[in-house]
């Protein structure tokens, strides 16, 4: 089955930047891609950025010049740079793994930007 262990959530100020990781155990599952989603309080969970088997990178509009999602070699490791962050960042923000049929869902950890 599928483990996701993430870190690297914290209590920034405006315009600093957090980096995120993701340790995955993915065996036994095809992985079509990995991504990051956020949850807001009150909102739906949402994509924040992907990548696929074969290496291909999807972002959401709100983070395109920002956020930097990548893998290690091993293909089990996900971090995502998040630079220039503002209020509207704050989130949870969960490891994500699909293969094709479901999503797997890491534990989340709590990204808060504020002055």
């Known amino acids: 089955q599928v483990q996701l262990v993430e870190s690297g959530g914290d209590l920034v100020q405006p315009g600093r930047s957090l980096r995120l990781s993701c340790v995955a155990s993915?065996?036994?599952?095809?992985?079509?891609?990995m991504g990051w989603y956020r949850q807001a309080p009150g909102n739906r969970r949402e994509l924040v950025a992907r990548i696929t088997n074969v290496g291909i990178v999807q972002y959401a509009d709100s983070v395109k010049g920002r956020f930097t999602i990548s893998r290690d070699y091993a293909k089990n490791t996900l971090f995502l740079q998040m630079n220039s962050l503002g209020p509207e960042d704050t989130a949870i923000y969960y490891c994500?793994?699909?293969?094709?049929?479901?999503?797997?869902w890491g534990q989340g950890t709590q990204v808060t930007v504020s002055s």
């Open positions: 994500n793994v699909n293969d094709r049929s479901r999503d797997y």
């Open positions: 993915v065996s036994g599952v095809n992985v079509v891609y």
